[in-house]
Nanobody
Framework: QVRLVESGGDLVQPGGSLTLACRVSGSNFESDIMGWYRQAPGRQRELVGFIFSDHTSRYTDAMKGRLTISRSNDETMVWLEMNDLRPEDTAVYYC?????????WGRGTQVTVSS
């Protein structure tokens, strides 16, 4: 059974930076395009970016220019580096593959941007 465990969420001031981590176990990790998603209170979960096995990454408009996604196929981990954080970035952040069917979602990690 595939397990996704996100970590690294925190309270950060506006303009700050944060790096989230996602550990993936039980999957054929190298074959998966791994995405980072977020869900703000009262809103639908949205994709913020994803990374291919060859480490090529793509970002949606949600946080474009402020994100870097990286991965280690050996460690089966994915990271999300976020910069210039804004209050509207407050959300629970999740990782999952974007290939379908997706894995069962992990618990996510809470990012709160506030002064």
């Amino acid at each position: 059974q595939v397990r996704l465990v996100e970590s690294g969420g925190d309270l950060v001031q506006p303009g700050g930076s944060l790096t989230l981590a996602c550990r993936v176990s039980g999957s054929n990790f190298e074959s998966d395009i791994m995405g980072w998603y977020r869900q703000a209170p009262g809103r639908q979960r949205e994709l913020v970016g994803f990374i291919f096995s060859d480490h090529t990454s793509r970002y949606t408009d949600a946080m474009k220019g402020r994100l870097t996604i990286s991965r280690s196929n050996d460690e089966t981990m994915v990271w999300l580096e976020m910069n210039d954080l804004r209050p509207e970035d407050t959300a629970v952040y999740y990782c999952n593959r974007i290939n379908t069917p997706q894995f069962n979602w992990g618990r996510g990690t809470q990012v709160t941007v506030s002064s």
